[in-house]
Each structure stands twice: as structure tokens, then as C-alpha cells.
Nanobody
Framework: QVQLVESGGGLVQPGGSLRLSCVVSGSIFSDYAMGWYRQAPGKEREWVATIASVGISNYAESVRGRFTISRDNAKKTMYLQMNNLKPEDTGLYYC?????????WGQGTQVTVSS
């Protein structure tokens, strides 16, 4: 059974930083790409960043230069370092694991950027 658990969300002022974590339980992690997505109230879920099994990363234009995705295969954990946060970054952040034909999602962690 594969489970993903996000943590690290919270309330932060504009310009602040947060670090999200996604811990994966189960026997798979290092062989597969993972990603972060977010969903703002009343909007569709959108892609934020992806990291391949070998560490190559890609970012949505809206977060490039401010967010950094990383992974620690030994800890089965993926991270999202978010700097210079803006109110439009507010949303529920989900992690996703692509394991071939199977896709796994976490339950989400809330990020609120507000003064």
C-alpha cells in the first residue's frame, strides 16, 4: 500500500518562505517521478513542479525562480522550498507520485499567503 503524506503548510506573510514535505510509505519511491500540484479555492488543480527519479526538475512559469523541488530517496521524501511567497500562491498543495500505470496523491497541505 502506497501512501503520500504532505506537511509544512501554514499561514505566511507575502515575501515569506515555507518548506513543504511529502513522505512516501510503501516499497516504491526512487524509481519514479514525483510532483507538486496546488488548487486555489474555486479553481482547477494546477501543476507546480516535477522532479524525475534522477533529480531533473521542471517548474511552472508562475513559480520558477522562487520555488525549488528536491527529493531524498533514502528518506523517501520530496520537498518544495517556497520563497518570496505571493498571495496568489495560496492553495491546497498536493504531492503526486507517478508509478507507471499507477498514480498516487497525498491528502494536501494548506498554504495561505496573507498579510
Amino acid at each position: 500500500q502506497v501512501q503520500l503524506v504532505e506537511s509544512g503548510g501554514g499561514l505566511v506573510q507575502p515575501g515569506g518562505s515555507l518548506r513543504l514535505s511529502c513522505v512516501v510509505s510503501g516499497s516504491i519511491f526512487s524509481d519514479y517521478a514525483m510532483g507538486w500540484y496546488r488548487q486555489a479555492p474555486g479553481k482547477e488543480r494546477e501543476w507546480v513542479a516535477t522532479i524525475a527519479s534522477v533529480g531533473i526538475s521542471n517548474y511552472a512559469e508562475s513559480v520558477r525562480g522562487r520555488f525549488t523541488i528536491s527529493r531524498d530517496n533514502a528518506k523517501k521524501t520530496m520537498y518544495l522550498q517556497m520563497n518570496n511567497l505571493k498571495p496568489e500562491d495560496t492553495g491546497l498543495y498536493y504531492c503526486k507520485l507517478n508509478a507507471g500505470l499507477s498514480v498516487y496523491w497525498g491528502q494536501g497541505t494548506q498554504v495561505t499567503v496573507s498579510s
